[in-house]
């Protein structure tokens, strides 16, 4: 293996509660009921907009104008990075591999999160936002996009799909590492619990230290996953 993507959300940086809050206040103002928390959960990983103009069909500006305003004043003081992130980021680097982010959160809110963590952007190769891809996870088109984008700032040493992990914490991100061919790895501190990962890859991580494995897997291939890769 030589690179490795990584979702943002509920993945590098803790955001869940910031994600359940902006939902919560934003259609208990514009729709006037408190949304459970299960159905907020079961959205996070895939882009805000379509999930707000589902909710109010031709009124969703107004929703996110709602839920970006309430981002932007929760944000510095409820997200931070999980513990031990920075430290396994800097090991990956260190161990030669390429290593990328794709998020279906935007570009602006994809700063904000980042600038917590000043130390690991300067890592990364490439940074795929919702803004920056015609399609969205499940799609595999923005994880294909993040390795062409590796691949082009270093054309001597091409990375196929099947030399790239994609880590994150959702049955969405799994669903397009398989689409794009790449080694799915799921990690269980964000919001998907083992059963819901479980059907896409053998590779589940509890803890955020494990994440350093994957440099050991890189050079062995060892990894296993039990999807049609």
Same mark, same amino acid.
């Given at each position: 293996?030589?690179?490795?993507?990584?979702?943002?959300?509920?993945?590098?940086?803790?955001?869940?509660?910031?994600?359940?809050?902006?939902?919560?206040?934003?259609?208990?103002?514009?729709?006037?009921?408190?949304?459970?928390?299960?159905?907020?959960?079961?959205?996070?990983?895939?882009?805000?907009?379509?999930?707000?103009?589902?909710?109010?069909?031709?009124?969703?500006?107004?929703?996110?104008?709602?839920?970006?305003?309430?981002? /932007?004043?929760?944000?510095?003081?409820?997200?931070?990075?999980?513990?031990?992130?920075?430290?396994?980021?800097?090991?990956?680097?260190?161990?030669?591999?390429?290593?990328?982010?794709?998020?279906?959160?935007?570009?602006?809110?994809?700063?904000?999160?980042?600038?917590?963590?000043?130390?690991?952007?300067?890592?990364?190769?490439?940074?795929?936002?919702?803004?920056?891809?015609?399609?969205?996870?499940?799609?595999?088109?923005?994880?294909?996009?993040?390795?062409?984008?590796?691949?082009?700032?270093?054309?001597?040493?091409?990375?196929?799909?099947?030399?790239?992990?994609?880590?994150?914490?959702?049955?969405?991100?799994?669903?397009?590492?398989?689409?794009?061919?790449?080694?799915?790895?799921?990690?269980? /501190?964000?919001?998907?619990?083992?059963?819901?990962?479980?059907?896409?890859?053998?590779?589940?991580?509890?803890?955020?230290?494990?994440?350093?494995?994957?440099?050991?897997?890189?050079?062995?291939?060892?990894?296993?996953?039990?999807?049609?890769?």
């Amino acid at each position: 293996m030589k690179a490795i993507l990584f979702d943002l959300d509920g993945t590098l940086i803790d955001s869940i509660e910031l994600i359940v809050a902006c939902f919560t206040k934003t259609i208990e103002t514009h729709l006037g009921y408190t949304p459970e928390r299960s159905w907020i959960l079961s959205r996070i990983g895939k882009p805000l907009r379509p999930a707000l103009d589902e909710l109010a069909p031709g009124n969703g500006e107004k929703l996110i104008a709602t839920y970006r305003d309430h981002q /932007w004043k929760l944000h510095d003081e409820v997200v931070k990075p999980f513990h031990g992130i920075e430290d396994s980021l800097h090991h990956l680097a260190k161990e030669g591999l390429a290593l990328g982010i794709v998020t279906s959160k935007g570009r602006g809110g994809t700063d904000k999160a980042l600038a917590l963590m000043p130390s690991i952007t300067k890592l990364f190769s490439t940074i795929i936002t919702v803004d920056d891809s015609p399609t969205h996870k499940p799609d595999p088109g923005p994880l294909l996009i993040a390795l062409d984008q590796i691949n082009q700032a270093n054309p001597h040493q091409i990375i196929t799909p099947a030399e790239c992990y994609y880590v994150g914490d959702t049955i969405f991100d799994m669903q397009a590492a398989v689409g794009a061919r790449m080694k799915p790895v799921g990690v269980l /501190w964000g919001v998907a619990a083992a059963t819901d990962l479980s059907p896409y890859t053998e590779t589940l991580f509890q803890a955020v230290h494990e994440l350093t494995s994957l440099s050991k897997h890189a050079s062995s291939g060892l990894l296993q996953t039990n999807t049609p890769l």
